[in-house]
């Protein structure tokens, strides 16, 4: 059960970002709904290891808005309630 509500908990948590971020995109193209838009990027900038024969460069970033906070908020809340029915 436990990885039942592991695999839920993502399942919610993936669908409730694609959501806000499908939100954001569409709130974005209506004039009194923009304010679902706002949000940073945060991250680390580019780290770049170069040893003769191999090179590479790493970069890790999340963008966040509104919309997608209130999705994820209203993700970990189905999650709440449904959780406990799963056997």
Same mark, same amino acid.
């Given at each position: @059960? @436990?990885?039942?509500?592991?695999? %839920?908990? %993502?399942?919610? &948590? &993936?669908?409730?970002?694609?959501?806000?971020?499908?939100?954001?995109?569409? +709130?974005?193209?209506?004039?009194? &709904?923009?304010? %679902?838009?706002?949000?940073? @990027?945060?991250?680390?900038?580019?780290?770049? *290891?170069?040893?003769? *024969? &191999?090179?590479? /460069?790493? /970069?890790?970033?999340?963008?966040?808005?509104? =919309?997608?906070?209130?999705?994820? =908020? =209203? +993700?970990?809340?189905?999650? *709440?309630?449904?959780?406990?029915?799963?056997?």
């Amino acid at each position: @059960t @436990t990885m039942k509500r592991t695999l %839920l908990l %993502l399942l919610y &948590l &993936l669908g409730g970002i694609l959501l806000g971020t499908l939100l954001g995109e569409l +709130a974005g193209k209506v004039s009194f &709904l923009r304010w %679902l838009c706002i949000g940073e @990027t945060i991250g680390l900038d580019s780290f770049a *290891v170069n040893l003769a *024969v &191999l090179k590479f /460069s790493l /970069s890790f970033q999340i963008s966040l808005n509104i =919309a997608m906070l209130l999705c994820i =908020a =209203a +993700a970990i809340f189905l999650y *709440v309630k449904t959780a406990s029915k799963i056997r």
